[in-house]
């Protein structure tokens, strides 16, 4: 029961996007389309869910050595390393998806959503139900769960996106401000599961 509220925890009410803010570059530019929303949910999810079982690892190496110093660098390389992976497999298996991500793939490497809960989880400071250790079992399903959530996150904005450039919106509104108006009326209604857990 206490894993299932890791997800609960992270998908809906510690939202990585809607309540931390972290992953806002991505969330607003690679919402236009749910298609597209699809594909970067679901490379973030890939990307997180290994780096942060690779950067749990490499932090216990650092920390053995005393050069804890060098962890936001090295978690940079891994996390660029997964990436250029990604780049190369979506390249070869969907072009179509890799045109369409564009430019917000690379961003991936510097997505703060994916260095910020890797570092939370290297060091022990993600949020967990009472009663739960952090351990790598404990991180991996935080990280998978908060990839989850941002992909949730994701694909509810798209889908509002879409169906806001059918409707009638004021001339000022059109674009950016009617987006960032979205993001916030949708962040007020994730804020909505706090009382769950």
Do not use: W
Request: aromatic share 10%.
């Amino acid at each position: 029961m206490l894993y299932f509220l890791i997800f609960i925890s992270a998908i809906f009410v510690n939202n990585i996007v809607l309540s931390q803010f972290l992953g806002i570059c991505p969330f607003l530019g690679v919402s236009k389309k749910i298609d597209t929303a699809l594909g970067m949910g679901a490379a973030v999810t890939f990307v997180l869910v290994l780096a942060t079982i690779v950067t749990y690892l490499l932090q216990m190496l650092l920390d053995a050595y005393g050069l804890g110093f060098l962890q936001t660098i090295l978690f940079i390389l891994v996390i660029a390393t997964l990436v250029q992976m990604i780049e190369i497999i979506l390249k070869k298996i969907s072009p179509s998806l890799y045109q369409a991500l564009g430019v917000f793939l690379p961003l991936i490497t510097t997505n703060c959503c994916i260095l910020g809960v890797a570092i939370l989880v290297a060091n022990g400071t993600s949020k967990l139900p009472e009663g739960l250790d952090h351990n790598l079992l404990t991180g991996t399903l935080f990280a998978l769960a908060t990839a989850l959530g941002f992909a949730i996150a994701l694909v509810l904005f798209a889908g509002l996106r879409e169906q806001l450039r059918r409707n009638d919106v004021p001339k000022a509104m059109e674009g950016t401000p009617i987006a960032l108006i979205t993001a916030g009326i949708l962040a007020m209604a994730f804020m909505g599961f706090s009382g769950v857990i």
